[in-house]
T-cell receptor, first 115, second 113 residues
Framework: DQQVKQNSPSLSVQEGRISILNCDYTNSMFDYFLWYKKYPAEGPTFLISISSIKDKNEDGRFTVFLNKSAKHLSLHIVPSQPGDSAVYFCAASAIGGGATNKLIFGTGTLLAVQP | DSGVTQTPKHLITATGQRVTLRCSPRSGDLSVYWYQQSLDQGLQFLIQYYNGEERAKGNILERFSAQQFPDLHSELNLSSLELGDSALYFC????????????FGPGTRLTVT
């Protein structure tokens, strides 16, 4: 049961344009969402996150939008740069009643930014 | 550089063998997580330790076990290895067990032949 889904395995964008990566989730108990970037042969790198009590969080060129009613979030990168080319993972977490925050990851979207 | 270190970087072994993967969390981080990334699946949570105690388990096989030592480094032990255990194994750490942001190491690529 895939609780976090990234339906686009790949995305190609021109340098300077906007990249929009999408993520859907099914578990309404998720209360925090994160985006990670991963280059080949490296571990995932934390990019940006959003709490379920917000609908937008911005950090420089990166903005994450959350639509709780649709159980959908998106990552916008503006402007896109060739160095942004990587696999982007959406992840979700639910603290719940305990002190664990295991991350549930989507399958990733490979972003290619063309010069 | 996330500050999380993992050794070895690559490991090639035969079926039926046992291996140990090592992780050192970021300085000050008390919580360690292990994830597996195989070709046909995304990153899958295996197990979490917090300050030496097991805190949560994911879909970790009974052939796999882990522990966190007093100096907070962690080891993931994989035994009776099968071809399907070939994967990337990532360790991540966070300051507290309930902190959402996790910082990942570079991973150990395990190849079982």
């Amino acid at each position: 049961d895939q609780q976090v889904k990234q339906n686009s395995p790949s995305l190609s964008v021109q340098e300077g344009r906007i990249s929009i990566l999408n993520c859907d989730y099914t578990n309404s108990m998720f209360d925090y969402f994160l985006w990670y970037k991963k280059y080949p042969a490296e571990g995932p790198t934390f990019l940006i996150s959003i709490s379920s009590i917000k609908d937008k969080n911005e950090d420089g060129r990166f903005t994450v939008f959350l639509n709780k009613s649709a159980k959908h979030l998106s990552l916008h990168i503006v402007p896109s740069q060739p160095g942004d080319s990587a696999v982007y993972f959406c992840a979700a977490s639910a603290i719940g009643g305990g002190a664990t925050n295991k991350l549930i990851f989507g399958t990733g979207t490979l972003l290619a930014v063309q010069p | 550089d996330s500050g999380v270190t993992q050794t070895p970087k690559h490991l090639i072994t035969a079926t039926g063998q046992r291996v140990t993967l090592r992780c050192s969390p970021r300085s000050g981080d008390l919580s360690v997580y292990w994830y597996q990334q195989s070709l046909d699946q995304g990153l899958q949570f295996l197990i979490q330790y917090y300050n030496g105690e097991e805190r949560a388990k994911g879909n970790i096989l009974e052939r796999f076990s882990a522990q966190q030592f007093p100096d907070l480094h962690s080891e993931l032990n994989l035994s009776s290895l099968e071809l399907g255990d070939s994967a990337l194994y990532f360790c991540a750490s966070s300051v507290r067990a309930g902190t959402y942001e996790q910082y990942f190491g570079p991973g150990t690529r395990l190849t079982v032949t």
